[in-house]
T-cell receptor, first 110, second 115 residues
Framework: QKEVEQNSGPLSVPEGAIASLNCTYSDRGSQSFFWYRQYSGKSPELIMSIYSNGDKEDGRFTAQLNKASQYVSLLIRDSQPSDSATYLCSPHFGNEKLTFGTGTRLTIIP | GAGVSQSPSNKVTEKGKDVELRCDPISGHTALYWYRQSLGQGLEFLIYFQGNSAPDKSGLPSDRFSAERTGGSVSTLTIQRTQQEDSAVYLC?????????????FGPGTRLTVL
């Protein structure tokens, strides 16, 4: 079983709409969860971290965590063309080997 | 301050040659990571350092790969007898401390092409 699963996309969302990105993970003991954004040809950068069940909001971004379902999601409100990128989910599995999902490629259509 | 830097930015080599990739982490960051990303693929963990020690080398694909870190700072990833399947972007990242609670800052990567 894969440790981290993401829909590879591409996910196309109209400008101004809500983009919803999903991630499931295998380790029930995971306590820390991260979303990284990677523009084409660039390196990943952290956009959100979440540690507790529920929602965490930061500007147009909301991370949602459900540890019982081993599910974490990222919502992007009022999507902009500049949000077009690949989004990588990264649950922390309790060691220092941070694992990443294969990413969901998001395209915002003007 | 300066971010993570990597050199060279691009490296083209012939099959069978050895290559060295360098990473300069952010000053004061104790943790340093190497990842590999093949075209259109996710990030593949290779190795991480805490200080100069590498507690987890499980991601190194074969014994042709080795890495070291000196002075708790610069790290070098060496690939011996390169193969075409080694072609990828090699990303280095550093963190202030435990990655459970600290952001990973990535360098711009070294694009390796093995002909």
């Amino acid at each position: 079983q894969k440790e981290v699963e993401q829909n590879s996309g591409p996910l196309s969302v109209p400008e101004g709409a809500i983009a919803s990105l999903n991630c499931t993970y295998s380790d029930r003991g995971s306590q820390s969860f991260f979303w990284y954004r990677q523009y084409s040809g660039k390196s990943p950068e952290l956009i959100m971290s979440i540690y507790s069940n529920g929602d965490k909001e930061d500007g147009r971004f909301t991370a949602q965590l459900n540890k019982a379902s081993q599910y974490v999601s990222l919502l992007i409100r009022d999507s902009q063309p500049s949000d077009s990128a690949t989004y990588l989910c990264s649950p922390h599995f309790g060691n220092e080997k941070l694992t990443f999902g294969t990413g969901t490629r998001l395209t915002i259509i003007p | 301050g300066a971010g993570v830097s990597q050199s060279p930015s691009n490296k083209v080599t012939e099959k069978g040659k050895d290559v060295e990739l360098r990473c300069d982490p952010i000053s004061g960051h104790t943790a340093l990571y190497w990842y590999r990303q093949s075209l259109g693929q996710g990030l593949e963990f290779l190795i991480y350092f805490q200080g100069n020690s590498a507690p987890d080398k499980s991601g190194l694909p074969s014994d042709r790969f080795s890495a070291e870190r000196t002075g708790g700072s610069v790290s070098t990833l060496t690939i011996q007898r390169t193969q075409q399947e080694d072609s990828a972007v090699y990303l280095c990242a550093s963190s202030r401390g435990l990655v459970a609670y600290n952001e990973l800052f990535f360098g711009p990567g070294t694009r390796l092409t093995v002909l």
